[in-house]
C-alpha cells in the first residue's frame, strides 16, 4: 500500500496532453484545473510535488489540417502551443513546466525509451495489413481512414472506437475502411511494422492494476483489456510527421505512434523542470526512477489526471511502455466524466461551446469557472457548463456563503477592534477548523478535487450559522468580552477559509488573505497556518465576489445562440453552392458503391422492438444494457447511448433491432443483438404507426 500524502518522496501531477489542433472550450479545461487544485492541495501539506504538462504535436490530424493550410506540420502545432501556454494561465492553471513532444528534450527521451525496449527484446517486428488510398498513393495511419469498428459495429477512427466501445484500434483492425483524404473506400496492403510485446507485461499489468489508486472507473475499466489475450502495440506509423523510430538502416522511413511519445513527454516536462530548478529544489529521477519496496515495485508518487477517454492509454500501455525501460509506474490515475454544455454535448463544428476565450472576454473572474466545473459533480461524472447554472452555484455558494461570511465577520471586525480582538480562539471554533483541515487531507488522499472546492464552503457555512447563533452586534454594550470572543472565533474562520479554499478559488483566496493584512502570499502557507493567529490590525474589507444579476447571465446566453446561429447558417450557405437543399449543413458520408443482392438483404432479421428495462454498464462511460421485447422473446442488447439519451425515459419506446446478429461480449457483458440509431446523436430509428414487437422491418 501507498503511504499517504505527503509523503518524503518527491510527486509529480500531471494531465492528459492537450492536442495541438484547435482553440480550447471550457469542456477542455476540466483535467488542467483539476489537476491544478490537486497540486496546490499536495504543497500545502507539504508534498514537494510538481505539475507539469504539455502540448501533443504529432499524429495524423496536425498532418492533415496542417496540409489543408498549406503549412508544415510544426508551423502549424507550435501555433496552437504557444495559444494554449498563453490560455492557462488565465485560468489560474500555473505548470511548474510546460513543454511539448516535438522538442529536444522528448525527442531524446522517446528514443530511449525505445531503444530499451529494443535492447530488451520487447520489440518485435510484424507483417501487417495497412489500409492504403490507391487515388493518393499513399498509406492511411491512424486518423487518415474511418471505418467499422471490429468489436462493437459502431463508426470509427483508425486508432480507436471513439462512439462505441472506447478500443483503442490497431491498423488493419477497422472493417469497411474508407480514406479521408478522397472519401473513396481503402484497400489493405502488407507491411512490416515494429510492436511492443505487450504480453511480456501481462501478469506485472495485474498487479498494477491492483495497487493502482485514483478513480475507480481507471481501475476496473482496464481489467477486461488485460483479462483476455493482450494485443501487442503497434509503435510505427507510415508518415513522415513524428519522432523517428530509432532503429537500423532501412527502418528510417518510419515514424512513431503518437501515442508512444505523448505520455513520454509526461517524464520529459518533469526532467525540464529539475533543469531549470535544480535537482536540490526538485530531483526528477526520485519521481521517475526511484526504486519501491516489494509491495510497490518501482513505486512513485505520480498522479495522472485524464479524460475518461484514454483510460485504455494510461493503465495498460503507459505502464508496460515505463516497465518495459525501467522507469517507475504510476500511483494514480484519474479519470474524469464528460463536460455537456446545457445539458447536451459540446459541438465544435456547430461552434456549440464556450470557448476559453469567450469566458475570459467575459470579464468574469477565473475563479468561478475552476469553482464551478470542479464541484459540480464528483470527478467521474459527467458535469454540466451553463451559464445559468454558473451563476446560480455563484451566487448562492461563492456570494451568499462563503463571501458573505468573509466580509461580514472582517467588517465588523475592522470597525470595532481595528483587525483582530486581542484574544484566544474558542476551542469550538478550533474543534471545527481542524476537522475542516481533516476532511481537506481526506479529499487529497481520495483524489476528491470536489471535496477541496466544498470544504471551505461548508466552514464558511458553519460560521455564518456561528455568527448568527451569537449575534456579536447584540454582544458589544451587553457583554463585550463574549462579543469579542465571537468575531476573534470568525477571523480565525475567515483566515481558515483563505488557506483552505487556495486550491480551487488561488484567486480569490490571495485578495482574502491580503484584506486580512497577512505577509507573503497565501500560494506560499501551508495547511497549519490555517490556526495561526491573524494579524491584529487590518483596513476595511471588500466584497470578494459579486452575483450574476439575470440580465448579464441572458446577454451571455445570447452571445451563445448567436454564435451557434452563425455557425449553423454558415454551414448552410457554404452548402447551399454545392448541395440541394435536402442535405444543406449535414455531414454526410458516401454512398457505398458496393452493392448487395435482395437474397442478402433477406438474411437480415430487423425487427420492431420494445425498450423494457436500461440499465448502465459499471466502468463503461457510453454503454448501457438494454432489455428488449422483440416478441418470441425478450433479449439483451448492449448499446453506445448511455451519454445521449435520458436513459429514465427509455423504457417503452419503440425501435428497430438487428435480431439475427453474432452475439458479443462488450464489458463482461453480453450483447445479442443491435439496436438501429441514426447519426452521431444516436437517433433512435423507430415506427410511424403502431408495429407490435417482433414485427419484421421488410
Not at 50 to 58: E, K, L, P, Q, R
Not at 279 to 308: C, L
Request: proline share 5%; net charge negative; with cysteine.
Amino acid at each position: 500500500m501507498h503511504e499517504e500524502f505527503p509523503t518524503e518522496t518527491p510527486a509529480v501531477v500531471t494531465c492528459g496532453l492537450p492536442y495541438a489542433n484547435g482553440d480550447l472550450h471550457v469542456g477542455h479545461l476540466r483535467t488542467y484545473v483539476s489537476g491544478d487544485a490537486l497540486s496546490r492541495a499536495l504543497e500545502s501539506v507539504g508534498q514537494d510535488v510538481a505539475f507539469v504538462c504539455g502540448s501533443d504535436m504529432h499524429g495524423t490530424p496536425i498532418a492533415v489540417n496542417a496540409a489543408k493550410e498549406g503549412v508544415s506540420p510544426e508551423e502549424f502545432a507550435l501555433e496552437y502551443h504557444e495559444q494554449y501556454e498563453a490560455t492557462f494561465p488565465k485560468f489560474n492553471v500555473e505548470f511548474d513546466n510546460y513543454g511539448h513532444t516535438h522538442d529536444e528534450t522528448n525527442t531524446e527521451t522517446t528514443r530511449e525509451f525505445v531503444r530499451s525496449w529494443i535492447d530488451d527484446d520487447h520489440v518485435v517486428e510484424k507483417e501487417i495489413e495497412v489500409a492504403w488510398d490507391s487515388e493518393a498513393d499513399q498509406p492511411l495511419p491512424d486518423r487518415f481512414v474511418e471505418g467499422t469498428c471490429p468489436y462493437c459495429g459502431e463508426h470509427a477512427r483508425g486508432d480507436e472506437c471513439d462512439e462505441g466501445c472506447q478500443r483503442h484500434l490497431e491498423p488493419g483492425e477497422i472493417e469497411d475502411p474508407v480514406s479521408t483524404i478522397t472519401g473513396n473506400p481503402a484497400e489493405y496492403r502488407t507491411r512490416p511494422h515494429k510492436f511492443l510485446r505487450l504480453s511480456d507485461f501481462q501478469e506485472y499489468l495485474k498487479g498494477f492494476l491492483d495497487r493502482l489508486e485514483g478513480t475507480e472507473n481507471a481501475q476496473n475499466q482496464p481489467r477486461e483489456w488485460i483479462e483476455g489475450e493482450l494485443q501487442d502495440l503497434c509503435i510505427t506509423r507510415d508518415m513522415e510527421w513524428g519522432i523517428d523510430y530509432p532503429g537500423e538502416d532501412g527502418e528510417e522511413e518510419l515514424v512513431l505512434y503518437v501515442w508512444v511519445d505523448a505520455p513520454i513527454e509526461y517524464v520529459s516536462s518533469t526532467k525540464q523542470y529539475t533543469e531549470r530548478v535544480g535537482a536540490d529544489e526538485y530531483d526528477w529521477e526520485a519521481v521517475w526512477k526511484n526504486h519501491g519496496t516489494d509491495d510497490v515495485p518501482d513505486g512513485g508518487e505520480i498522479v495522472h489526471i485524464i479524460g475518461h477517454d484514454i483510460i485504455q492509454h494510461h493503465t495498460v500501455f503507459w505502464p508496460a511502455m515505463l516497465r518495459g525501460a525501467g522507469y517507475n509506474e504510476p500511483r494514480a490515475v484519474m479519470a474524469c466524466g464528460f463536460v455537456n454544455l446545457d445539458g447536451k454535448g459540446f459541438s465544435t463544428s456547430r461552434n456549440r461551446a464556450v470557448w476559453a476565450d469567450d469566458y475570459i472576454e467575459s470579464g468574469l473572474h477565473p475563479d468561478l469557472y475552476r469553482y464551478h466545473i470542479i464541484t459540480g459533480s464528483e470527478f467521474v461524472a459527467d458535469v454540466d457548463f451553463s451559464w445559468d447554472g454558473l451563476a446560480e452555484r455563484v451566487n448562492s455558494e461563492l456570494v451568499g456563503t462563503l463571501g458573505n461570511f468573509a466580509y461580514r465577520s472582517l467588517l465588523f471586525a475592522e470597525r470595532n477592534y481595528d483587525g483582530t480582538p486581542d484574544t484566544e480562539v474558542s476551542g469550538e471554533v478550533e474543534d471545527r477548523i481542524e476537522e475542516a483541515m481533516a476532511d481537506f487531507r481526506a479529499a487529497i488522499n481520495d483524489y476528491r478535487v470536489r471535496g477541496l472546492g466544498r470544504v471551505p464552503v461548508e466552514l464558511a457555512k458553519f460560521g455564518n450559522e456561528y455568527i448568527q447563533q451569537h449575534e456579536p452586534w447584540k454582544l458589544t454594550d451587553d457583554d463585550p468580552e463574549q462579543a469579542a470572543q465571537v468575531i476573534r472565533d470568525c477571523v480565525q474562520l475567515s483566515k481558515a477559509i483563505a488557506v483552505l479554499m487556495e486550491p480551487v478559488l488561488p484567486g480569490k483566496a490571495e485578495a482574502l488573505w491580503g484584506q486580512l493584512g497577512e505577509s507573503g502570499s497565501v500560494h506560499d502557507a501551508e495547511l497549519g497556518e490555517a490556526l495561526a493567529a491573524p494579524p491584529a490590525e487590518f483596513g476595511e474589507p471588500e466584497e470578494l465576489f459579486e452575483g450574476l444579476e439575470d440580465d448579464r447571465v441572458e446577454e451571455l446566453n445570447e452571445q451563445l445562440r448567436e454564435s451557434i446561429e452563425a455557425a449553423e447558417d454558415g454551414s448552410e450557405t457554404e452548402s447551399d453552392e454545392s448541395e440541394d437543399d435536402d442535405t444543406a449543413g449535414m455531414e454526410l458520408e458516401p454512398v457505398n458503391e458496393e452493392r448487395i443482392s435482395f437474397e442478402g438483404f433477406k438474411d437480415l432479421d430487423i425487427r420492431v422492438a420494445e425498450i423494457l428495462d436500461v440499465e448502465p454498464i459499471e466502468g463503461a462511460d457510453d454503454l448501457v444494457k438494454l432489455e428488449v421485447d422483440i416478441g418470441v422473446e425478450t433479449r439483451q442488447i448492449v448499446a453506445g447511448i448511455k451519454q445521449l439519451h435520458d436513459l429514465d425515459e427509455l423504457p417503452g419506446t419503440k425501435i428497430v433491432v438487428l435480431a439475427n446478429l453474432e452475439k458479443a461480449e462488450l464489458f463482461g457483458v453480453e450483447s445479442n443483438g443491435m439496436l438501429l440509431a441514426a447519426g452521431e446523436e444516436a437517433d433512435l430509428l423507430t415506427t410511424l404507426e403502431d408495429a407490435e414487437p417482433g414485427t419484421k422491418v421488410q
